[in-house]
């Protein structure tokens, strides 16, 4: 790892330590976002992507009102060099987690999000209340060019309600906080908007889908 990136890492695992919540500069470099950018607006015009549903497993369900985007894990797909990289970078960051935290992360899961212009993600938590699987929740944007006019920006919530930030979604913003405290929304955008989201996973349970 570079000696700058080392660094980062060093704040993100910090911040995370102290107010659970990270919004700052990315760990993936700006050759590597626009990679990852010019990659997701490829599958999705191939037709990769799948509407996102909300709920898990037999209860998941489709649900346009509440969730917009569409997705492609990772997983699912055969991974160019620049996935391959984005990988390897956010496992680093998992280590470190580990290292510090102690949150038993031994897994990281991906997925392209690509939410249409007028497309949200109403107020949620990214766990479930009988599984805590997911630990840390990961944002890295993909968005070239983005104004705060655009819209689309992550609310995030104290856990009592209270509004804490709303982050612009532009190319070279990362966000990380602790799965269970942070409610949060997306805002609808007036034009396409792009991301690589994640959770650093304890192997508890299966993923859902």
Known sequence: MKHSSSRLVTTIVDTLATTGCYVGPSLLSDGLTLRLSERLQWLESEGALQAAKVGRSSGARMNSSIRGDTTLWLDDAPQDEAE?????????????????????????????????????????????????????????????????????????????????????????????????????????????????TGWMRRRSSPRPR
């Open 84 to 196: 391959a990289a984005a990988v390897r970078v956010i496992d680093e960051l998992r280590e470190a987690v580990n290292q510090t935290l102690f949150l038993g992360a031994f897994e990281t899961e991906l997925h392209y999000a690509h939410y249409p212009p007028g497309a949200g993600y109403a107020k949620h938590v990214d766990r479930f209340g009988d599984d805590d699987a997911r630990v840390v929740s990961l944002v890295f944007y993909l968005n070239q060019h983005w104004a705060q006019d655009d819209g689309g920006q992550l609310a995030i919530y104290e856990s009592a309600g209270a509004l804490l930030q709303r982050v612009v979604p532009h190319a070279g913003t990362m966000v990380a906080f602790l799965s269970e405290r942070f409610p949060h929304e997306v805002l609808a955008a007036s034009k396409p908007r792009l991301s690589l």
